[in-house]
């Protein structure tokens, strides 16, 4: 093997290699007033980090509680429909649909706060099915 010999600047550049990394490890020691410590950096770029994993997971859950209110819209709709024609038959609208489509208003409630930042709490099914209170 060939040795190439080393130009002046190399040689240089090699010793400012080293005095900078000597430096950075002084003053990973050191406090240096105005400089973070190292570990300090570390634990607020995670939390950075886990602020904008939560902003993301948030962001997904927005888009799945948006997907859940417009199918819980068109049951709401045809909910209403089968009423209808239930009351148009019977005289008297059913029981259990007044219940249903009270229960799901309240959920499309939860939904629309949630995906408004109204709320932190997500909705069903991460938490418990409304119930229909009242009437």
């Given at each position: 093997m060939k040795h190439?010999?080393?130009?002046a600047r190399d040689v240089a550049l090699a010793r400012g290699r080293l005095d900078l990394a000597r430096l950075l490890e002084r003053l990973r020691w050191?406090?240096?007033?105005g400089l973070p410590?190292?570990?300090?950096c570390k634990m607020n770029n995670t939390s950075a980090t886990n602020g904008k994993r939560s902003i993301w997971l948030r962001g997904v859950l927005m888009i799945l509680m948006a997907i859940?209110?417009?199918i819980c819209g068109t049951l709401l709709?045809?909910?209403?429909i089968i009423q209808f024609v239930l009351a148009l038959l019977s005289n008297t609208p059913s029981a259990h649909l007044i219940a249903f489509a009270r229960s799901l208003g309240l959920y499309l409630s939860q939904i629309a706060d949630f995906v408004?930042?109204?709320?932190?709490e997500v909705p069903f099914?991460?938490?418990?099915?409304?119930s229909s209170r009242g009437g």
């Open positions: 190439c010999p080393r130009s050191r406090k240096i007033e410590h190292r570990r300090e859940a209110f417009h709709a045809l909910g209403a408004s930042f109204g709320t932190e099914p991460f938490s418990e099915w409304p």
